[in-house]
């Protein structure tokens, strides 16, 4: 259920954009953790694409702050809302392997091995496509893959039909997971979140470089590790 009332027009977009001059706080949805509503997936996929925008989302891991991946303005936004180098590798997050083979570069093994993991709570690290802009990943030379294992995200990602640029919102432990610190911690700063409520056992992602000749786990997360 919406926590607020936005119209349901061609000037939802208008609405939002006056409504952020006037008030810096986030619009606020309620979604369906397994079942999201359709129309606030819509209104989400609509400010990200149509107004620069940044969205928190939940995932399998933990909530997650992210632009449409080929919005450079967008994604150097969370960059400097975080105070984080602009250049940094970004996730992105795919609704599944058509729109990863898009972005990295896989050879048979490494699809057989990510096909094992994903969905789930994994990042997978391989050689980016020409497809990676520039402004989002400057050297283009490897770019991190996850397809979380939740419901909400994945639907979102498909609407848009591209990966969102995602990265970790900055709070301690278990906070990650909590809604309404996530929703303190970004209320002045992003333009929309799609609150699933609270998440189960919020840890960051396994990560894994497949860039090798074999995989090299870079990071244990929540994701186990079987090789």
């Given amino acids: 259920m919406s926590t607020r009332s936005p119209r349901r027009s061609s000037g939802l977009l208008e609405y939002c954009a006056n409504r952020r001059k006037e008030s810096l706080s986030v619009i606020h949805y309620e979604i369906h953790p397994q ?8 209104q989400a996929a609509n400010i990200l694409k ?39 590798l970004f996730s992105y997050i795919c609704s599944d392997f058509h729109q990863v083979s898009r972005y990295a570069r896989m050879e048979n093994w490494q699809f057989k091995l990510m096909r094992r993991y994903l969905p789930g709570p994994y990042t997978f690290v ?12 400057p050297k283009r030379k490897t770019v991190g893959i996850r397809i979380p294992d939740n419901p909400v995200c994945l639907a979102l990602t498909g609407m848009l039909d591209e ?35 609270a998440l189960e056992n919020p840890t960051g992602s396994t990560i894994i470089d497949l ?12 994701g186990p590790w079987h090789g």
């Fill in 35 to 42: 079942n999201p509503q359709q129309r606030l997936l819509e």
């Fill in 126 to 137: 391989l050689l980016a496509t020409n497809f990676v802009p520039r402004k989002v990943c």
């Fill in 163 to 197: 990966p969102l640029a995602n990265t970790s919102i900055r709070l301690p432990g278990h906070q990650r997971g909590d809604a309404l610190t996530v929703r303190t911690a970004v209320v002045n700063e992003v333009d929309i979140m799609l609150d699933a409520g």
């Fill in 50 to 88: 149509n107004e620069n925008g940044v969205c928190v989302y939940p995932t399998d891991t933990v909530y997650g702050m992210g632009a449409c991946a080929t919005n450079a303005k967008a994604v150097n936004r969370i960059g400097t809302l975080l105070q984080k180098d602009k250049k940094r």
């Fill in 211 to 222: 860039t090798g000749s074999e995989p090299v786990i870079i990071r244990e997360g929540k």
